[in-house]
């Protein structure tokens, strides 16, 4: 079973950043389309940002855009998620997923933006 460990959050000022990192315990990850996603406290979770195997091909949330940086290591096993000028309504619960060819969540890692 492959486990995902997101690590990386915290207690932040707005404007301020953050990279999170997502380790995947399975050999063959660069096969594996990555994503994140985020649950902020009574809101459904929703996607962030997605990454291809290869790292060539990426897509973003508009509430991601031009903020925001996904990134992987294949040889590291590691997926990332570079976070900018950060701001309150960022707050939420940071998960790491493999989207394709299956899917897979990791545990979560709390991201809080204050004002």
């Known amino acids: 079973q492959v486990q995902l460990v997101e690590s990386g959050g915290g207690l932040v000022q707005a404007g301020g950043s953050l990279r999170l990192s997502c380790v995947v315990s399975?050999?063959?990850?660069?096969?594996?389309?990555m994503a994140w996603f985020r649950q902020a406290p009574g809101k459904e979770r929703e996607f962030v940002a997605r990454?291809?195997?290869?790292?060539?091909?990426?897509y973003y949330a508009d509430s991601a855009k031009d903020r925001f940086t996904i990134s992987r290591d294949n040889a590291k096993n590691t997926v990332y998620l570079q976070m900018n000028s950060l701001k309150p309504e960022d707050t939420a619960v940071y998960y790491c997923?493999?989207?394709?060819?299956?899917?897979?969540w990791g545990q979560g890692t709390q991201v809080t933006v204050s004002s």
């Open positions: 399975d050999r063959t990850f660069g096969t594996y389309t």
């Open positions: 997923a493999v989207t394709l060819p299956f899917v897979s």
């Open positions: 990454i291809s195997w290869s790292g060539v091909i990426t």
